[in-house]
């Protein structure tokens, strides 16, 4: 029986594997959810990555260390606890989206995840949109070479002023010799100093530089990869050095190249470095191309050895016994689904204490648009079995201007659903992120393609009558023609007529 249905049965389990925190189930979930982000804001303007400097930072030492300026008390105590440790980079972490990101760059919107790696410390992700940022993708779109320069000055000027792959501690004179680089500042450890205490941010600028943004030492269990027949730096260092940041193509993609002292140094933004406090990265995001591929390398990919469920039923239904029974297959499926890999102590500690691993400037709505209703959770005779849905409420929105003309993807950003169709609708404090479900594939070879339309339809076209959308075949296709007309080419045109 198990062995039958056991396609179908993992294929189920697999969708409660989603709430399970830190399985690949839950990260595809995160990555189809921060896509759907991308989608809705538009591209992101940075990619940003911060480390921990646990054993040195002084506000943490404070808390757990026996001897807070002693160096091995301090890592002592950061091994001795953990929970702290990791709870202490979550809230530093927290705080300085909203110093940094919103105050300091005006970001309107932030997505970031955590990452426990090495030794066991934890780090983060993460993209962010800021205010006033060059629309890169329709300043580029220009067939005009005048404006295309214009867009590569305005492009190259916003970028030289957030990103930055200067040592400012090597000399002006281009005299880029090795011997005038400065040393890490270790003894005592630049990252053991608070900012506060600061008195020369440039000096001390040079010392974080000289200590957390330099990649010395690549190696095999690291960065080094085979490519090519040689071992290379899978962050392609050594780099080039550049006099002035400029805007290429490469392989037919915008690629910036920020001006470059150092070919060992890892892009920073000054004040995220001096504040910060510890390794950090920042990338300006060029293509949509570039930012859909980080968020599936770095951003929403499950830590190395969780396997997905199927491959993981594989291996149980090989050693379960005949007559098992399927409550002992699905505890087996989702016990090893979580067991499959190496946890530290501090990412143990970031489970227990219920510490998301993702955050999100905005809410995410899952939107249900084939008609189907969540069943209750309390069963009364005589009461429906189904909860409304959000295409419900929408349908019985009140018919009023306010309402009438809007669409039900706006009706579902902006309003909160109310518990009974007829109740008062509320804005919300922020647009949601909506995700329309069933998935169907834009493309326009594709078998779900006429779904996919139907879909667009609904989302972006007023209407009150649900029927028209879910069975009326003809006045779909007039709706269609309407919608194509708009925005697809006239090739497709003539499909719909013709078939
Ligand atoms: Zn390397």
Known sequence: MISSGGKELSKRVLHYATSLRGTKQFWFKQRSRLISMIDCLSMPTVFFTH????????????????????????????????????????????????????????????????EWQHRGSPHVHGVAWLHNAPDIEQLLSSDDSAELLDAAERITAYVYGLVSTMNPGIPADGNNIINSIPLPKIKPHVCNQQYQG?????????????????????????????????????????????????????????VVLTSRNDNLLNAYNPVQLSAWRANVDMQYIVSRNKVIKYVA??????????????????????????????????????????????FSAQETCHLLLMLPLFRASRDFVVLSLDGSRQVTETFEEDKSVTVDSQ??????????????????????????????????????NKDVIVIPRPYCS?????????????????????????????????????LMLLFFSLVMCQNLLLMIFTG
């Not at 000096?203 to 269990?221: E, G, P």
């Open 442 to 478: 834009p493309d326009p070879q594709g078998p779900q393609y006429e779904q996919y339309s139907k879909q667009k339809l609904m989302l972006h076209k007023p209407f009150v009558q649900l029927d028209s959308y879910l069975e009326d075949v003809t006045h779909m296709q007039l």
């Open 198 to 254: 600061i008195n020369n941010l440039e000096m001390d600028l040079v010392d974080l530089v000289a200590t957390c943004q330099r990649h010395t030492r690549c190696s095999t269990s690291y960065c080094l990869k085979r490519k090519r027949g040689k071992q290379e730096c899978r962050f392609g260092y050594p780099k080039p050095l550049q006099q002035v940041t400029t805007i290429t193509t490469q392989e037919g993609e915008p």
């Open 51 to 114: 480390s921990a400097a646990d054993n040195q930072w002084p506000e943490l030492a404070c808390l757990i260390a026996e001897n807070p300026d002693e160096s091995s008390s301090r890592s002592s105590a950061v091994n001795n606890n953990p929970a702290i440790a990791d709870w202490f980079f979550y809230e530093r972490i927290s705080k300085f989206m909203k110093t940094f990101y919103v105050d300091v760059l005006g970001a309107t919107d932030y997505w970031f995840r955590f």
């Open 297 to 342: 390398k770095y951003a929403t990919k499950s830590e190395p050895r969780s396997k997905g469920l199927q491959e993981v039923y594989s291996t149980i239904m090989k050693s379960i016994k005949e007559d098992a029974t399927p409550l002992k297959v699905v505890q087996k499926l989702l016990t090893s689904t979580i067991g499959e890999r190496d």
């Open 391 to 428: 295409l419900d409420h929408y349908c019985a929105r009140p018919d009023v201007p306010e309402f009438r003309e809007v669409s039900l993807l706006k009706f579902v950003q902006k309003y909160r659903i109310p518990k009974k169709i007829g109740s008062a609708l509320v804005p919300r």
